[in-house]
């Protein structure tokens, strides 16, 4: 399996001008084969979205141009080879359209050319207290628009230290197992990954120790697989202040297909730098 490098870019950068020159400087003809050994995703904001696909439409030679295509524009940048798309976030409410202010559902974010959403990441979970149900119900709202999920899980500092961090993802990881049909489609068994990402090492710099890393990920494809026989190859990625100088690390550890990656994902070389240790 090819590695996944996935930028979460938050709510960052402040305009769309830089999202799209990020966007430019990653697909630079040379970084290209690159790209191609690896699974690249990017993870803008909800408003810069639209704009992002349009910039790797118009970046990307082998995509459809034009107004008229424009669906199909977006609906190929959603498969881009070279650079997925994917939504922070997605209504819990309802997959299509509603009466509910502020929120962007799994079919908005499918128009606008993204075909992965992250769910459960720990920011959510910490500031707007999203719990059990209402990832539930992201996730329902997910797969019914056919978006792939990055399901997020990762205990506190407090938990590690208190050696629970296998119960506390196990609890976790009931959303996904609970919301999954039974009947499992290979197709929609590749759309689902598990990000780890312990919350202590969101953003701080601390990381785990390669060997925690991959103890936990075998942990949870033990899990997953014990859970649905037609999870076969589960993929499960790391995060939590991966940067160019402790991304080979990771790379090499067992269990451990890719990388979630915050802060170092807003600066193409060190994005770049990152997912070359994993095509190593
Ligand atoms: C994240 O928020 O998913 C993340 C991994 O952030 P950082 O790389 O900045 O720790």
């Not at 993870?43 to 141009?65: M, Q, W």
């Not at 499992?184 to 953003?203: F, H, K, M, T």
């Amino acid at each position: 399996m090819k590695p996944w490098v996935i930028g979460n870019w938050k709510q960052n950068p402040k305009s769309i001008k830089v999202a799209q020159a990020l966007i430019s400087d990653l697909l630079r003809t040379d970084n290209r084969s690159l790209l191609s050994q690896c699974q690249m995703m990017v993870i803008p904001s909800t408003v810069h979205l639209a704009k992002v696909a349009d910039t790797i439409a118009n970046l990307e030679p082998n995509l459809s141009h034009g107004d008229s295509a424009t669906l199909i524009v977006k609906a190929a940048v959603a498969d881009n080879p070279l650079l997925r798309l994917g939504g922070q976030d997605i209504s819990a409410l309802s997959a299509q359209v509603g009466a509910y202010t502020g929120d962007c559902s799994a079919a908005q974010l499918k128009d606008c050319g993204a075909a992965w959403v992250l769910i459960g990441h720990s920011e959510r979970r910490q500031y707007y207290n999203e719990e059990e149900k209402v990832l539930q119900k992201k996730l329902q709202n997910a797969l019914s628009e056919q978006l792939g999920v990055i399901f997020c899980v990762g205990e506190t500092e407090t938990q590690y230290e208190s050696g629970d961090t296998l119960a506390v993802i196990t609890k976790q990881l009931e959303v996904l197992t609970s919301s999954l049909p039974n009947e499992l489609s290979q197709d929609l068994a590749n759309r689902i990954i598990v990000a780890y990402e312990p919350v202590w090492a969101i953003g701080t710099g601390k990381v785990p120790t390669v060997e925690e890393v991959s103890t936990t990920h075998l942990a949870i494809k033990d899990l997953l697989t014990g859970f649905n026989s037609q999870i076969t190859d589960p993929i499960v990625i790391y995060g939590g202040s991966v940067n160019a100088d402790n991304a080979a690390q990771f790379a090499q550890a067992k269990g451990v297909d890719g990388a979630l990656v915050g802060g170092a994902s807003l600066k193409a070389d060190k994005f770049l730098a990152i997912a070359q240790a994993f095509v190593k």
